[in-house]
């Protein structure tokens, strides 16, 4: 017989866009048939960070401070859920994560939403509000004192933040490099990458295309690059006196390590990027751990699912997940003991699950605030004017952040 008043403990690593869909979906089980499940929500910051509109959180300071939103305010106070601000560092074993710092939570299910860090501050390395704002400041004040900025890298990330530079900052001279031989991923139509271009120009962006640039070694993100010449991949030289990097997406798996261990096999994917691998449930690839889920950019999808509507998709995918098996009594088959071991969990059966299926390829991308280009699966709309203005009804104005903050409705004023 199931027993619905049995003690559950989910914990969910990253708070951001898969794993605060997971946290409200789960702590919404506990409100209705499963009282006494406990969602612990880990996140190595303290606040949410609305890396979407950093484009515009960058020339606009009363928006970025905005961006910030308390992970302590998605639980109800009244609740028995915890937020735990530290660093996963190791999951140790079938059942047990450990924080930066020494302590240990027991979990029957661990959804792990981790996601990708783009260079800071896209994704700020501080782990406060006012510290991460502080990091976005300086950039901004660093080209407040420039005359010229380079923007590496022509995806929807430097194509936004060159537009808005463009438009925030007039007299400057903008300028943005791309290795590939047009704007946008690859998947979506040529016809958008066009539109861009123009919309670009129009703002008095200088594009360059089929050029990749040196960086220099000391730039871990935005470098005072004065005086420097930045040699192109053509043999052209260029200056600068700000960079920044629209490039390189990092991933933090290290914490897997243990993990592998007791495997005795890989968990992450090979090649330059430890993406972690999965099943098209969103468990983990390694059927000894059917109880560990892993949601949004830090898994090892395609990059065509590194957005972040996908991973709030694939964070309902795994809450679903995650309470049928509460439903079918998948944790109360185990014992609820510190010994419970990897061995005992992957004998216990695991009823159906959901399989994540990637169905809508959808990019919408402001340049400035007034003009933008879009594509909704075939449909695109590149250099016309209703593309300017569904983008500006769309996303211009605050990138969507208006419907994050539901999310965090727990918000003290001072928050
Ligand atoms: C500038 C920019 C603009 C973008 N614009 C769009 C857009 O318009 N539309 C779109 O769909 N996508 C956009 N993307 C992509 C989108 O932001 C990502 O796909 C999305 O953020 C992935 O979400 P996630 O929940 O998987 O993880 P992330 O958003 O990467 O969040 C991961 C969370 O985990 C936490 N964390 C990481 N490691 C640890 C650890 N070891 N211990 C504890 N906590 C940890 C982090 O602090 C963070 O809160 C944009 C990306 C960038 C950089």
């Known amino acids: 017989m199931s027993n619905n008043n049995r003690a559950i403990s989910v914990v969910i690593v990253g708070g951001s866009y898969a794993g605060a869909t997971a946290t409200k979906q789960l702590a919404g089980l506990a409100k209705g048939n499963y009282p006494n499940l406990k969602v612990t929500l880990i996140d190595k910051s303290t606040h949410y960070f609305h890396v979407v509109g950093f484009p515009k959180a960058l020339v606009d300071e009363d928006y970025a401070s905005e961006c910030f939103l308390p992970f302590s305010s998605l639980f109800d106070p009244k609740s028995n859920h915890e937020f735990v601000h530290g660093k996963l560092s190791a999951i140790k074993d079938a059942h047990h994560v450990q924080v930066e710092g020494g302590r240990e939570i027991y979990f029957d299910y661990l959804i792990l939403a981790t996601g990708s860090q783009s260079p800071g501050p896209i994704n700020p390395v501080?782990?406060?509000?006012?510290?991460?704002?502080?990091?976005?400041?300086?950039l901004r004040d660093g080209i407040l004192?420039?005359?010229?900025?380079?923007?590496?890298?022509?995806?929807?990330?430097?194509?936004e933040i060159a537009g808005f530079l463009a438009e925030a900052y007039l007299a400057k001279k903008v300028t943005l490099v791309h290795s590939g031989s047009r704007l946008l991923p690859m998947n979506f139509r040529e016809s958008i990458s066009t539109g861009a271009v123009t919309k670009l120009k129009q703002l008095g962006v200088a594009v360059i295309l089929n050029e990749r640039i040196?960086?220099?070694?000391?730039?871990?993100?935005?470098?005072?690059?004065?005086?420097?010449?930045?040699?192109?991949?053509?043999?052209?030289?260029?200056?600068?006196?700000?960079?920044?990097k629209a490039i390189g997406l990092r991933i933090d798996?290290?914490?897997?390590?243990?993990?592998?261990?007791?495997?005795?096999?890989?968990?992450?994917?090979?090649?330059?990027?430890?993406f972690i691998r999965v099943l098209p449930t969103l468990q983990l690839a390694e059927p000894l751990f059917p109880n560990v889920f892993v949601a949004g950019d830090a898994n090892d999808l395609p990059m065509s699912a590194k957005y972040a509507f996908k991973a709030e998709m694939q964070g309902g995918t795994a809450a679903g997940n995650v309470k049928r098996m509460v439903e079918a009594g998948f944790d109360q088959e185990l014992a609820h003991a510190t010994a419970v071991n990897a061995k005992a969990a992957a004998d216990v059966i695991v009823p159906?699950?959901?399989?994540?299926?990637?169905?809508?390829?959808?990019?919408?991308?402001?340049?400035?605030?007034q003009m933008g280009v879009i594509q909704v699966t075939k449909i695109a709309f590149g250099c016309s004017g209703i593309a300017n203005f569904i983008v500006r009804q769309l996303k211009s104005k605050d990138f969507m952040l208006w419907m994050r903050k539901p999310l965090f409705k727990y918000r003290a004023a001072q928050d």
């Open 352 to 369: 159906p699950l959901s399989k994540w299926s990637d169905m809508v390829d959808a990019i919408i991308v402001p340049i400035g605030s």
């Open 253 to 274: 798996s290290d914490f897997l390590a243990p993990l592998e261990l007791a495997a005795g096999t890989k968990l992450r994917a090979d090649g330059p990027v430890p």
């Open 145 to 159: 004192e420039s005359n010229t900025v380079m923007v590496v890298g022509g995806g929807a990330v430097g194509v």
């Open 126 to 138: 501080a782990t406060n509000k006012a510290d991460a704002l502080e990091e976005i400041a300086r």
């Open 214 to 244: 040196e960086i220099p070694e000391d730039s871990e993100y935005a470098a005072q690059v004065k005086g420097q010449v930045l040699r192109g991949s053509s043999g052209t030289e260029y200056r600068a006196d700000v960079l920044i």
